[in-house]
């Protein structure tokens, strides 16, 4: 009875090792996503596994990663990585090839945090959106809330739970109401995330509990109540917290 034990107590303790095991492999550090903004150096073929880049700026944690390193850099793409197109605020997904040289496009790349240069321009990008070879330049800050819908959407409006937002945005609804109302027109783009595909959607496909944003351009001294009031550019369904955009 005791050999028993002890050999049921052995393989007991191998199980437990194996679990933990796992369990460090599968619990490293988490990646975090760094953006790349510039124009396309080349035209990529339909069978390139990467994307050279003259890079303008970026999030700081790219920008930090590019400290004493040129701006000229080739970032790796696979058969994972998505291609989005906006124009006009309305997203299109693409191939590789409907890229064009001077376009200025933005790298989403998301590995672990320690990574050097090398390491992150050679890991495949999740996305990478195309603004074409002259998008203009926005004179107007952007105001993003994210949040909870608390109702269907009216004709002209959406009730929002805001749970966070750009900084600016949160620092607006310092002393106020979690739940704002924002107001949209015939110019507002509505926009459903499917993983890393977007679609355009109408308001009505907007459901209570659907986790939202909403980004409006609006003069960076307005108040929360003029944001409220001046029609978003885009609201969007599933929203991940990078879009390509």
């Keep these: 009875m005791k050999r028993i034990t002890l050999f049921a107590l052995v393989v007991l303790s191998v199980a437990v090792a194996a679990a933990a095991g796992t369990a460090v492999a599968t619990n490293g550090p988490k990646p975090v996503e760094f953006t790349f903004t510039g124009r396309l150096l080349a035209d990529p073929a339909s ?21 004493g390193s040129g701006r000229n850099q080739t970032f790796a793409v696979d058969g994972d990585t998505e291609y989005l197109v906006w124009t006009a605020g309305k997203p299109s997904v693409v191939s590789i090839d409907a890229l ?32 074409g070879g002259n998008p203009g330049r926005p004179h107007l800050a952007l105001w993003l809330f ?27 609804m310092l002393g106020a109401s979690v ?9 507002t783009v509505f ?17 209570p509990g659907d986790r939202v944003t909403v980004r409006v351009r609006a003069a960076r001294a307005s108040t929360l109540a003029q944001v409220g009031a001046t029609p978003a550019n885009r609201i969007a369904e599933h929203e991940p917290t990078s879009t390509g955009e």
């Design 47 to 67: 069978n390139a596994t990467s994307l050279s880049v003259d890079v303008k700026t970026g999030n700081r944690l790219a920008l930090q990663k590019l400290v």
């Design 100 to 131: 064009s040289a001077g376009d200025l496009v933005t790298i989403h790349v998301r590995a672990p945090r320690d990574s050097n240069l090398v390491q992150v321009v050679t890991t495949p990008a999740s996305i990478v959106a195309d603004r």
């Design 146 to 172: 994210r949040g909870t819908l608390n109702a269907s959407a009216t004709t002209s409006s959406v009730s929002l739970h805001v749970l966070d937002g750009n900084h600016r945005a949160l620092r607006s």
């Design 179 to 187: 739940d704002q109302t924002f107001t949209y027109d015939a110019h």
């Design 191 to 207: 926009v459903l995330w499917q993983g890393k595909v977007p679609t355009v959607i109408s308001a009505t496909d907007l459901k």
